[in-house]
């Protein structure tokens, strides 16, 4: 079964750069789509980024649309998520999530689910 383990959070200043990286502790999810979403305190699970299983196709909520990337290492079979230039309000714990066939962003369509790592951005 697929199980996604993430790590890289920590606490950084305003303009700084983190790199997320979500792996599988079981079957490798090399043909799953990946995405990441984040919860803010109060605040309801937001759909971040995903990538298909090709890393053919990615996406991207509009609140990080330029200065996220996600990518994807089909030989190390772990999803990167780049962030740049945060802002305070990227503060929240980050989720990878996989999904069999073609993903969405909504967070139902996702049935693997990491723990989560958490992302403060200080201003």
């Known amino acids: 079964q697929v199980q996604p383990v993430e790590s890289g959070g920590g606490f950084v200043q305003t303009g700084a750069s983190l790199r997320l990286s979500c792996a599988s502790s079981?079957?490798?999810?090399?043909?799953?789509?990946v995405a990441w979403f984040r919860q803010a305190p109060g605040k309801k699970r937001e759909f971040v980024a995903a990538v298909n299983a090709r890393g053919t196709g990615t996406y991207y909520g509009d609140s990080v649309k330029g200065r996220f990337t996600i990518s994807r290492d089909n030989v190390n079979i772990a999803v990167a998520l780049q962030m740049d230039s945060l802002k305070p309000e990227d503060t929240a714990v980050y989720y990878c999530a996989a999904a069999s066939g073609f993903g969405s962003q909504l967070d139902e369509d996702y049935p693997y689910w990491g723990q989560g790592t958490r992302v403060t951005v200080s201003s």
């Open positions: 079981g079957t490798p999810f090399s043909v799953y789509t």
